[in-house]
């Protein structure tokens, strides 16, 4: 299948190194600029792809609008490595497992890279298709504040720790065959979407 078929709205040519933050960007904020510029830094990425992730029609208080979350996202991180992007309901996948397969399929030769800060690290083997996912792309894993231990002791991190990539060679994750991760401390940011949220920061 080609990209033509599977219309991702992405523009990509084989051999890129492409990182993908997955997220509602409910809303997009300080905190994922940065851990986008720390992993096209450490992780020596061509580019970043936000995958901004449709409503889920399943929960009774969903994020704000599609096009609102997109639009708060692309005048947040006016960048040309950085692609804000509606891929996962242009293609209408709804688990990260199927996005990526879908992704890989359309654009062939792309080294994509699933990045992820600690805290999903520890939780991480309760997605769907967890093992699946670390057999389909390397992983990036940035830590994020009071989640450095509990994502270290992670059942991903017990199961995986003969794949993990030493820090000191982060910049080649991309070219590293799966199952492959790696965990890097970096300077984070202490600020959530949820947060914004709560203090009204927020309309959508």
């Given at each position: 299948m080609t990209s033509d078929i599977l219309n991702t709205g992405l523009h990509l040519r084989a051999g890129q190194r492409v990182g993908l933050l997955g997220g509602s960007f409910d809303p997009p904020h300080a905190g994922h600029v940065n851990i986008t510029k720390e992993a096209l830094r450490r992780f020596a990425l061509d580019k970043v792809i936000w995958l901004v992730s449709p409503g889920n029609p399943l929960k009774p208080r969903g994020p704000a609008p599609l096009e609102t979350r997109l639009q708060a996202a692309r005048a947040l991180m006016d960048t040309p490595r950085v692609i804000v992007s509606d891929a996962e309901a242009r293609i209408g996948t709804r688990y990260t497992a199927e996005t990526i397969a879908a992704l890989q399929k359309a654009h062939p030769g792309v080294r994509f890279v699933w990045l992820m800060g600690a805290d999903n690290l520890a939780q991480f083997h309760r997605w769907d298709r967890w093992k699946q996912i670390m057999a389909a792309v390397p992983i990036?894993?940035?830590?994020?504040?009071?989640?450095?231990?509990?994502?270290?002791?992670?059942?991903?991190?017990?199961?995986?720790r003969a794949s993990q990539l030493s820090p000191r060679a982060s910049a080649l994750l991309a070219h590293s065959k799966p199952p492959t991760w790696c965990f890097v401390n970096v300077p984070m940011l202490d600020v959530s979407s949820s947060a914004i949220r709560a203090r009204g920061g927020w309309s959508g």
């Open positions: 990036g894993v940035l830590a994020r504040p009071g989640d450095r231990i509990s994502a270290r002791m992670s059942r991903t991190a017990r199961v995986f």
